[in-house]
C-alpha cells in the first residue's frame, strides 16, 4: 500500500506544480506576444490560445491539490452551531457529498473525454485542437478531488473548524 | 414546471448546501447536477455541465486575475510593498486612516484601467490587507475601501463593463461613459468621508501612533528610493494601455513582470519569494476559477430553465409608478446578482429593462448607469458576492467572515445613496454627456 | 400540438437574432395547434460554442448559429462562408439539401434553413489604406483585428499582422490604437458603435454570413409530417424575407454611415480580382483538408463548389 500512496502523492503534487507553471506560462506568454506585436512581428497564434486552455489545465489540474490544503471556500454556519459530536458526523457527511459529486463528474467526465474521441471533435480557434486534450482533465482531476474529499470522510482531519464564517 | 418552482429548486438547494457548510463550488457543482439532471434531460445535462466548465474557463478574459494576484504577492513576499507603505505612512504624516484613501485611490486606478475589479480585489486584497493590519489598522479599514472600489470604477471611465451594456442596450457608448464623471467623483467623495467618519468616531481603528518627523531631505530620499520606482511602475502600465501597446487584459502580465524586475533590482527576489509568491497566486485563482466553473452553469440553468426570465416579467409585470418600477427593476438586478454572473445579466435583463425603461420615460443613459451601480453593488453583496469570496482567499487566514460583511455594508450603503441622489438629481448623470 | 426548444447563438437585441426571433413568430403563427417554438434565451442559457452540442445531445432541440462555431465537425460550412450567392439560388439548386445531408450524416442535426444569408464582409480601417504599383492593398504597420474566420484570408494572403480579439474588446482596442482595422460584416458596425472611430471600407466584400438553424435529428424524426412541413416551408419563406430585409438593412446602414463620414476605397482590375479569389481559395482549402481527412458519406469538394460559387456572379 504505501508505494501505492507514495505515488499517488507524487502524481498530486506534479499536477499541483504543473498548475503553477501553467499560472507562470500565463504572464510569460501575453509578454512575448505583446512584445512581438510591438516590434511589428506577428505574434504565434499559439501564445493567445495556450494562454485560454492554460486557464482550464492550471484549474483542473490544481484542484484536488487545493481540497488536502482545504483551500476550497466554504461558510460555516450550521456546522459552527451544533454541538461537536453532531458537527463531526456533519461534517464527514458534507465530505462525502463532496466524494458523491466529484465521482460523478469523473464519469460523466469520463463520458465525455470518450464521445470527443469517438466524434473527433475539435476546438476550433487559431488552430483545430482535438477537444480530449481538454476534456481528458475532468475524469482525472475529479477523481483525485474524490480521493481527497473521502480523506476528510474517512481520515482523522476534519473539513469544517467548527468556527462560524467563511473558511479556506 | 412553474418558473417560480425552478427558482426555488435551484437557488433552494444551493442555498441549503452552502449553509450546510459544503465548499462553495462544490455546492454549485452540486446544484448543477441536480438543475441539468431536472432540466437538460438527465445525463446529457450533466456533459452539457462539463462542457459548459471548460467553454466559461477558456477565455482571455480570466487570465489578468491570476496575474494581478502575482503581483500583489511578489509585492508583498519580497517586501517591496512594506517599503512603499513604510515611506508613504512617513511621507502623509499624521493624517488618521492615511492608508485607506491610498487603497481607495489606488484600488479604484486599478481596477477602472484593468477593467476587472476581481482583479483589483486580488491585488489590492493580497497587498494592503497584510501590509495594513502589520501597521496596525483594523481590518475593516484595508477591507471595506477594496471592495468599494469596484463600485467606482465600474462607472468611472473607462470601464468595459459599461461598454458592453451600452453596445447591448444600443444606446451611446461615449455619453454612458461621461455621464459616469460627476456620480463618480461623489461616491468617491462618498468613500472620503466614510473613512473620515469611520477614524473619527473610532481613532483606534487606524493605528493612532505619531510618525517621527523628518527632514525635507530625507522625504525626497524616500519618495524617490522606496515609492517613485513602485508607483512608476504603475503608471509605465497605464501610459503603455493608454497609447495602445498593451490591451486592458494584457496589462497585468506586464504588472507582474515589472515588479519581478523591481523586486530583483532591490536584490530581495529570492526564490522562497517566487516560489511562496506563485503559491498564494495559485490557491485563491484556483479557489475562484472552480467557483466561476460551476456558477457559469448555474447561470445558464437560471436562464434556461426560465426561472430568471419568469422571475423578471413577473416583477416588471405590476402597474407601478415610475420610481416604484425603478426600484423593482434595481431590486431584481440584486437578487439575480447574488446568483449569477454580470454579463449573463446584461444579456438577460436589457431586452426587457431597457424598452420597460423607454416606455416609464427614463432617460436611458442614467438608467444604464443605474443598471451598472446595481451590478457591482451585487458583486460585493453578502452573504454570495463573487468579490467576498476572493477577499477571504486573500486576507490573513483569521478575517472571519463577520468582519467582511461588517466592512463591506458601509461601502455599499455609499453605492445606496448614490442611487437614491441619482433619483432625485437625474442632472447629475444626464448634465454632461447633455454638453456634448 | 407539439413544442420544441430553440436558443439563439448572440444576444437578443442583435439584428441577426431578432431575425430568427421573426421567424419563430411566422412559425408560432402558422403553427398554432400544431407546432410551437419555445424560445429559451441566448448565450446567456446556453453558451455560445456549447449551442452546437446541446443541440446535437438533444438538450435543446433547435439552435440558430453561424456555421463556423461547429466548423471543426462540418467543415463543409465553409462552402457558405465563400459563397457568393444566398440561401434563394441554393436553395433551388439543391445546395442546401446538401448541406443538410451533411449535417444528418456528420452531426445527427438537420439544416432547417439559411438565414440571413447575403451579407458579405468587409475590412473596415481607421487611415486611408494604400496600394501599391499594381493596384494591392498594402497592409504593412496595419494592426488587424483578426479571428478564427477570416484568419487563413488575413494572414495566408493579406500577411497583415493580425491580433486576435474577442468582439466585446473591439471598441476599446480600437479607441487605444491596438488594432486600426477590423473585418465586419456590412451591417452591425453601427449598432457595436465601431463606427466612431473607423474611418475607411475597403471594396469588394467578401465571405458571406453562414447563420442557419439546426435540428436534433431524433426531435426533427418525432414531429408530424404537418409539423416538419410548418417548419420547413415558414424557413424556405424566411431565406427569401431575411435576404430581402437585410438588403434593406444594409442599404440603410451604408447612408447612414455615408452620412457620417465614411469613406468607400475600392480595389479596382486585376487586384480586385485576386483579392476576391484569395480570399475564397484559402477558405476552399481548408474546406478540402479537413474533408479529406475525415470525410463523411456526401463529402463532395467539387460539387459542394459547384452549387455555392457561381463565377459570373462576382
Ligand atoms: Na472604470
Ligand atoms: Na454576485
Redesign the interface.
Known amino acids: 500500500m504505501r508505494p501505492v500512496i507514495r505515488a499517488y502523492d507524487a502524481l498530486l503534487y506534479t499536477m499541483a506544480v504543473a498548475a503553477a507553471l501553467a499560472l507562470v506560462w500565463l504572464m510569460v506568454s501575453v509578454v512575448i506576444s505583446v512584445a512581438m506585436r510591438n516590434l511589428g512581428m506577428q505574434p504565434f497564434a499559439w501564445l493567445f490560445t495556450s494562454a485560454e486552455y492554460g486557464l482550464l489545465y492550471m484549474t483542473m489540474l490544481g484542484a484536488p491539490w487545493l481540497v488536502r490544503e482545504r483551500g476550497h471556500v466554504h461558510i460555516e454556519l450550521v456546522t459552527a452551531a451544533l454541538p461537536a459530536a453532531v458537527r463531526r458526523f456533519v461534517s464527514r457527511a458534507v465530505a462525502l457529498a463532496c466524494v458523491a459529486v466529484s465521482l460523478t463528474l469523473a464519469w460523466y467526465g469520463l463520458q465525455l473525454f470518450l464521445t470527443n474521441i469517438e466524434r473527433n471533435d475539435f476546438d476550433v480557434r487559431a488552430y483545430f485542437y482535438p477537444r480530449w486534450l481538454l476534456t481528458i482533465t475532468f475524469p482525472i482531476a475529479f477523481s483525485f478531488m474524490a480521493i481527497e474529499f473521502a480523506r476528510f470522510v474517512f481520515g482523522r482531519e476534519l473539513l469544517h473548524s467548527g468556527e462560524a464564517g467563511i473558511h479556506e | 414546471m412553474e418558473w417560480y418552482e425552478a427558482l426555488g429548486l435551484l437557488v433552494g438547494s444551493i442555498m441549503l ?10 455546492a454549485f ?2 446544484a448543477n ?1 441536480l438543475g441539468a439532471w431536472v432540466f ?2 438527465g ?10 466548465g ?10 489578468p486575475i ?2 494581478f494576484l ?1 503581483m500583489g504577492e511578489v509585492f508583498f513576499q519580497t517586501g517591496l510593498g512594506g517599503r512603499m507603505f513604510s515611506a508613504i505612512d512617513r511621507l502623509l504624516g499624521r493624517l488618521p486612516g492615511r492608508l485607506s484613501y491610498v487603497t481607495v485611490l489606488g484600488g479604484t486606478g486599478f481596477s477602472t484601467l484593468s ?1 476587472s475589479s476581481m482583479g483589483s480585489t486580488a491585488l489590492m486584497g493580497s497587498l494592503m490587507v497584510p501590509e495594513m493590519g502589520r501597521r496596525g489598522y483594523k481590518k475593516h479599514m484595508s477591507i471595506g475601501p477594496i471592495l468599494g472600489t469596484g463600485g467606482l470604477a465600474i462607472i468611472i471611465p ?1 470601464s ?1 463593463l459599461a ?2 451594456l ?5 444606446i ?3 455619453a454612458l461613459l461621461i455621464a459616469g464623471v460627476i456620480p463618480g467623483l461623489i461616491l468617491a467623495a462618498l468613500y472620503v468621508g466614510t473613512i473620515y467618519l469611520q477614524t473619527r468616531l473610532d481613532p483606534e481603528a487606524a493605528p493612532p501612533y505619531d510618525v517621527p518627523p523628518i527632514s525635507v531631505g530625507e522625504k525626497i530620499q524616500l519618495l524617490f528610493r522606496d515609492v517613485v520606482p513602485m508607483i512608476g511602475l504603475m503608471v509605465v502600465i497605464v501610459i503603455m ?10 496589462a ?3 504588472g ?2 515589472g515588479v519581478l524586475i523591481l523586486a530583483a533590482l532591490y536584490r530581495c527576489l529570492s526564490w522562497r519569494a517566487i516560489r511562496n509568491s ?2 498564494g ?3 485563491v ?3 475562484a ?3 466561476v ?1 460551476g456558477s ?1 452553469t448555474f ?2 440553468l437560471l ?2 430553465s ?1 426561472a430568471s ?1 419568469g422571475l423578471i416579467t413577473w416583477a416588471t409585470g405590476f402597474e407601478l409608478d415610475p420610481v416604484a418600477m425603478l426600484l423593482v427593476m434595481f431590486g431584481v438586478l440584486l437578487i439575480l446578482g447574488m446568483f449569477m454572473e454580470q ?2 445579466i446584461m ?2 435583463t ?2 426587457i429593462f431597457f424598452p420597460l425603461a423607454t416606455q416609464l420615460g427614463f432617460d436611458p443613459i442614467w438608467f444604464g448607469l443605474i443598471m451598472l451601480l446595481a451590478l457591482e453593488i451585487s458583486f460585493t453583496t453578502p ?1 454570495f458576492g463573487l468579490l ?2 476572493v477577499m ?2 486573500v486576507a490573513p ?1 483569521d478575517t ?3 468582519e ?1 460583511y461588517r466592512a463591506a455594508i458601509p461601502f455599499i450603503l455609499c453605492s445606496l445613496l448614490l442611487v437614491a441622489l441619482l433619483i432625485m438629481f437625474p442632472v447629475l448623470a444626464t448634465w454632461l454627456p447633455g454638453l456634448g | 400540438q407539439q413544442t420544441i426548444t430553440a436558443v439563439h447563438a448572440f444576444p437578443e437585441t442583435l439584428i441577426y437574432t431578432q431575425s430568427f426571433l421573426s421567424f419563430v413568430d411566422a412559425v408560432n403563427a402558422a403553427g398554432e395547434g400544431v407546432i410551437q417554438i419555445d424560445v429559451r434565451g441566448g448565450p446567456e442559457a446556453i453558451g455560445m460554442f456549447q449551442q452546437p452540442d446541446a443541440v446535437r445531445d438533444g438538450i435543446v432541440d433547435m439552435v440558430y448559429t453561424p456555421g463556423s462555431f461547429y466548423g471543426g465537425t462540418v467543415p463543409e460550412k465553409d462552402a457558405l462562408v465563400a459563397s457568393n450567392l444566398t440561401a434563394i439560388e441554393t436553395r433551388e439548386n439543391g445546395g442546401i439539401a446538401l448541406i443538410d445531408q451533411l449535417h444528418r450524416e456528420r452531426m445527427g442535426v438537420m439544416y432547417l434553413g439559411w438565414f440571413d444569408s447575403g451579407v458579405c464582409y468587409n475590412l473596415w480601417t481607421r487611415d486611408e489604406p494604400t496600394f501599391d504599383a499594381e493596384g494591392n492593398l498594402e497592409v504593412d504597420g496595419l494592426r488587424l483585428r483578426g479571428n478564427a474566420v477570416y484568419n487563413a484570408f488575413f494572414t495566408n494572403y493579406l500577411e497583415a499582422q493580425v491580433i486576435d480579439l474577442p468582439t466585446g474588446d473591439v471598441y476599446s482596442a480600437l479607441q487605444n490604437g491596438v488594432v486600426d482595422a477590423t473585418g465586419w460584416t456590412q451591417i452591425g458596425l453601427i449598432d457595436l458603435r465601431w463606427n466612431e472611430f473607423l474611418n475607411y471600407r475597403i471594396e469588394p466584400c467578401f465571405f458571406s454570413t453562414d447563420l442557419g438553424v439546426i435540428i436534433n435529428l431524433e426531435t426533427w424524426d418525432g414531429l408530424t409530417p404537418e409539423a416538419q412541413q410548418i417548419l420547413q416551408d415558414t424557413a424556405i419563406q424566411h431565406e427569401i424575407d431575411s435576404v430581402n430585409a437585410l438588403r434593406t438593412k444594409r442599404d440603410e446602414d451604408f447612408a447612414a454611415l455615408d452620412e457620417a463620414g465614411m469613406q468607400v476605397v475600392e480595389l479596382e482590375g486585376e487586384a480586385r480580382t485576386n483579392y476576391l479569389a484569395a480570399a475564397r481559395t484559402t477558405t476552399w482549402d481548408r474546406m478540402r483538408e479537413l474533408m479529406e481527412e475525415n470525410p463523411a458519406p456526401s463529402s463532395d469538394y467539387d460539387r459542394l463548389i459547384e452549387l455555392f460559387y457561381d463565377p459570373s456572379a462576382d
Open positions: 448546501l452552502m449553509a450546510l457548510g459544503m465548499p462553495v463550488a462544490l457543482l452540486a447536477i437538460m434531460g445525463e446529457r445535462g450533466v456533459v452539457q455541465l462539463l462542457n459548459n471548460w467553454g466559461a474557463l477558456t477565455t482571455f478574459a480570466l487570465v491570476p496575474l502575482l477593467g473607462p468595459a461598454v458592453l451600452a453596445t447591448l442596450a444600443q451611446d457608448v461615449g494601455m493608454i497609447n495602445g501597446i498593451v490591451t486592458p487584459s494584457e497585468a502580465a506586464f507582474a513582470l506563485v503559491r497566486a495559485l490557491r485563482t484556483l479557489m476559477y472552480l467557483i466553473f457559469a447561470s445558464q436562464a434556461f426560465g426570465r454579463i449573463s444579456l438577460l436589457v431586452p452573504p467576498l469570496f477571504k482567499g487566514s472571519t467572515m463577520r467582511i
